[in-house]
């Protein structure tokens, strides 16, 4: 028998969402017992996420259009540092790749360790398996963005984050696309705080994959990454 989760409430947890009705209601509700606050920020989805994701139990912050995944970030990130208490943000994606037991042992680091930011990364051990295509293009994605930020990281497009609010509040992502995934990367580590990564699982399901985490996409990286 399992112990029952402690829920932490100075941690927020932000979901970017965008047409996942059919697993958000799942997502939430594995979190909320880790984590009571959880914000969904709706980017203009048109297949009623966003009342699953309140019904569910989320705040909901609601994109009129379709934004993008880094302009969704930016708007939760703002939400979550106006509540009071919050000393962390979790980001984590809303079609189920995440898990939460990874993002629970993330912010345990954090605190132990005084790190500012905790990354996520699936190649840290070998949990994980992109298969052979997507993860050589992932290490190319790694390789420009440690050539072009300060930070030198074996996971550079990983959604899973956590990020301590004196780190946060010095964001303004102005990317879309995959391209805020390095944006972020060079902001946190201009904010000159302390950083570790952090081993975690991605959980490839033929959903996750028809939702963005194919070959295809990971070749939209780069090209984002090219064209930013």
């Not at 799942?26 to 009571?36: Q, T």
């Not at 009071?84 to 042992?105: K, L, M, N, S, W």
């Not at 420009?144 to 992502?173: C, F, P, W």
């Not at 990317?175 to 201009?190: C, K, N, P, Y």
């Amino acid at each position: 028998m399992t112990n029952p989760a402690t829920p932490d409430p100075h941690t927020w947890v932000v979901v970017p969402l965008y047409n996942e009705a059919s697993v958000i209601a799942g997502v939430i509700a594995g979190v909320l017992p880790h984590f009571p606050n959880i914000v969904c920020i709706d980017d203009g989805s048109t297949d009623g996420s966003l009342e699953v994701a309140r019904r569910a139990g989320a705040h909901i912050v609601e994109h009129p259009i379709n934004l993008g995944q880094g302009a969704a970030l930016q708007t939760g990130i703002e939400y979550a540092l106006s509540q009071p208490g919050c000393e962390y943000i979790v980001t984590f994606d809303a079609d189920g790749q995440h898990r939460i037991d990874d993002a629970v042992a993330m912010v345990a680091a954090a605190r132990a360790s005084g790190a500012a930011i905790v990354f996520g990364s699936r190649f840290l051990d070998d949990r994980t398996n992109p298969g052979w295509m997507k993860r050589v293009i992932l290490k190319t994605a790694v390789w420009v963005t440690n050539m072009t930020t300060s930070v030198k990281l074996t996971d550079a497009h990983n959604g899973l984050r956590v990020i301590r609010a004196d780190a946060a509040a010095r964001l303004q992502l102005k990317q879309d696309r995959m391209a805020h995934a390095t944006e972020i990367v060079l902001q946190l580590g201009d904010t000159g705080l302390p950083w570790i990564e952090h081993p975690v699982e991605l959980l490839y399901t033929d959903y996750s994959k028809s939702k963005g985490q194919s070959v295809l996409n990971s070749v939209n990286i780069l090209v984002d990454l090219i064209v930013r």
